[in-house]
Nanobody, 123 residues
Framework: VQLQASGGGLVQAGNSLRLSCIVSGSVRDINAVGWYRQVPGKQRELLAAITSSHIPYYQDSVRGRFFISRDNMKNTVYFQMNTLKPEDTAGYYC??????????????????WGQGTLVTVSS
């Protein structure tokens, strides 16, 4: 399984970005796909995840501002980020968990990772 994240860039505070994560390879081997954020020097955190049956999970800090969706026909998971803030500046990574797991928030269960895309929010 391979994951390719894209869509990052430089935006002004208050604007939006949509990240995409294309999954290829043995797509049927995975279930949940999550979006993680990592700031240098800080622990990586799971912001949202979605199962193949479209059940979502959101971290409380982003619920209502960020939205995750999935197009199984395109093998793509999207991450819509609205009203961006400078503190959202980070590397964003998509990751996938094997089909044996349901909607999981355990990082050790996300065994497939994309390369990350950088989001920079200017004030």
């Amino acid at each position: 399984v391979q994951l390719q994240a894209s869509g990052g860039g430089l935006v002004q505070a208050g604007n939006s970005l949509r990240l995409s994560c294309i999954v290829s390879g043995s797509v049927r081997d995975i279930n949940a796909v999550g979006w993680y954020r990592q700031v240098p020097g800080k622990q990586r955190e799971l912001l949202a995840a979605i199962t193949s049956s479209h059940i979502p999970y959101y971290q409380d800090s982003v619920r209502g501002r960020f939205f995750i969706s999935r197009d199984n026909m395109k093998n793509t998971v999207y991450f819509q980020m609205n009203t961006l803030k400078p503190e959202d500046t980070a590397g964003y990574y998509c990751a996938a968990a094997p089909r044996m797991h349901g909607l999981t928030t355990a990082e050790y269960e996300y065994i497939y990772w994309g390369q990350g895309t950088l989001v920079t929010v200017s004030s």
